[in-house]
């Protein structure tokens, strides 16, 4: 009888531990793997090995992911409600799973591109292309559920290519940050969150990998590691990466045309920056904005990288920034009972937060001023005045960061020092034309006009000091201003100061 007993409470046990639900809830298991994706990591090396799924998506009913790990089993982040994951969002082990869905007609993701599509819209999301974008602006949105890079409308936010570069689990972990760099055209730089690395992809769609861009040489946890958003410095064209763990933790990392790394463009701590995810060039202000979502701030630093101040403080876990048309900034909140979008104008005045979705990472105002959003459910749409939820552009992906990106052919352009030299040339061939015509009116009088280009030189050499003086005392004042000078601003102006000399003698000539 007691052996009879023992066994009944073993089988008890057992049976009860076979159930259980994890230890954790929802929004502690997403915060951990958010902060730190080592968990997620963890959580699908013990999926692999027990052959379980890394994720499972239900259209219109679940979307899981393996998250963390209790016991040796791979917890799973159940999200019942896309647009707001942790509204009803549960945890459970796939057992749970598995007994309470019917998967028969789910997109099964075992790992490494290995998927079993049951889902009623099968094969690869590449095949289900829309209308593509008729400006050519596009946006790019990485997701970490298959590693691969969306392509969504700038204007109207819909769908074009769930993936526009492919799933690629060789050089894609936790792709975060996709973007091109100061051109918004050609190859496309993407952030690896566990990878440590900055991919380089082909763009145009179905990008073919480059090489490693940044570090130099490969992964190198001394520089880069877990790395989230990215941005090219206006002035110097650098790429600046933000680290938030590793010996060059709290800092934002700049690298070269060449990958080379440069130094930290934000010194590791500076402002008391703890836990950086974006970093955005601030057009209204010239200066550059930090998220952190550690010591819960938008840090606000100049172009050198020298800290001025916090913008906004006390968001808990800001993640991408982004600026709208107007000047005004927009953020995207992860996690807390106050997650959502934030507008904010230029001094850090909040001006607007909507939270008809939550669990916020990416953020983008669209050309028809509605917002775009992602988090761990998908991709959403937001009346741009209102906040109300508008629509649902792609379920049951893990979406990251949005950043615009241009598909027009590289047509030849005139860049701000072409215009200029332009402009000036024209305005010498115009002067020495009107010269010629004076000088012809002159001749009713006189019977005599010179040939040749007008110069003299005495008048042009006190016209190029004048030129050359002026022109130093713009570029000490653009200097003092941002910081820096750029190499094509020292080309284009010492292009341009002889023409602009020239210009300024025969203005001189005339009025002699």
Known sequence: MKKLLSLLVLFTMLYTGLDAQPSQDYSTVAELAESDFTFEMNARQAASAQNKPWSVFLPGQMFAEAKALENGQPVYTVVT?????ANGGATMF????????????????????NVIDNTEKKGSSSTNKTTPAPTGRILLIPESTNDAVMAFDAVTGDLIDASYILPDATNFSTPICAQPDLSYMGDIYTTDQLDDLVQLHTGGGGGTFINTFAPAGGVNTAILDNIRGADFHPTTGNLLVTVSAGANADAVAEFDAGGNYLGNFVANGSGGIDGPWDAMHYEAKGTYLVSASTSDAIHE???????????????????????????????AQFSGATSGVYIH?????????????????????????????????????????????????????SARFIHEYSEQPSIPTVSEWGLILLALLLLSVAGVVLGRVRAYQFAGYNGTVTSGIPFNRSLYISSFIGALVVALLIGGFSFWLYGTITTIDLIGSMIALPIAAYLIHL??????
């Open 81 to 85: 409600n896309f647009a707001n994951p």
């Open 94 to 113: 796939y057992n749970d799973i598995n007994n309470n869905y019917d998967l028969s007609k789910a997109k099964i993701n075992y790992g490494n591109g």
């Open 301 to 331: 630093y100049d172009l050198t990288g020298a800290y001025l101040g916090d913008l906004v403080s006390g968001p808990a876990f800001p993640e991408q920034i982004n600026e709208k048309l107007n000047g005004d900034f927009l953020y």
């Open 507 to 512: 203005i001189g000539g005339y009025k002699q």
């Open 345 to 397: 104008n230029s001094t850090g005045t909040q001006l607007s937060f909507f939270n008809a979705v939550t669990g916020n990472r990416g953020v983008y105002e669209l050309g028809n001023g509605n917002i775009l959003t992602t988090n761990g459910g998908g991709v959403f749409e937001l009346d741009g005045t209102t906040g109300a939820l508008l629509d649902t552009k792609i379920s049951g992906v």
